[in-house]
Nanobody, 123 residues
Framework: HVQPVESGGGYAQAGGSLRLSCVAS????????MGWYRQPPGKQRELLAVIARGGTTKYTDSMKGRFTISRDSAKNTVYLQMNDLRPEDTAVYYC?????????????????WGQGTQVTVSS
């Protein structure tokens, strides 16, 4: 079972930026959609943003304006640009590939999770 691979996490100060990368496990053109999630300490995993095969993007309302999802098909990679980071953005960030949309909501592929990358934001 091949998984997507995240990278780009690390430490940042409040107000700073990080860009996360997720290399898909197969040709990104064959993947219905890919999403970014995060799981803060002691909390549930939450959806941040999704990019569909056709390029359409969707964001959780609270992420709009600070986070941007994009992709480079030639590199089979999806990115999450995170700006104006806050301490509450501290979490493990996960990529999910191959989920589906049901009534407009992205449902993750249970076999499509990466191993996660830690982001820590200090005040």
């Amino acid at each position: 079972h091949v998984q997507p691979v995240e990278s780009g996490g690390g430490y940042a100060q409040a107000g700073g930026s990080l860009r996360l990368s997720c290399v898909a496990s197969r040709n990104i053109a064959s993947i219905n959609a890919m999403g970014w999630y995060r799981q803060p300490p002691g909390k549930q995993r939450e959806l941040l943003a999704v990019i569909a095969r056709g390029g359409t993007t969707k964001y959780t309302d609270s992420m709009k304006g600070r986070f941007t999802i994009s992709r480079d098909s030639a590199k089979n990679t999806v990115y999450l640009q995170m700006n104006d980071l806050r301490p509450e953005d501290t979490a493990v960030y996960y990529c999910n590939e191959g989920g589906t949309f049901v009534s407009g909501t992205y449902l993750p592929n249970v076999r499509g999770w990466g191993q996660g990358t830690q982001v820590t934001v200090s005040s």
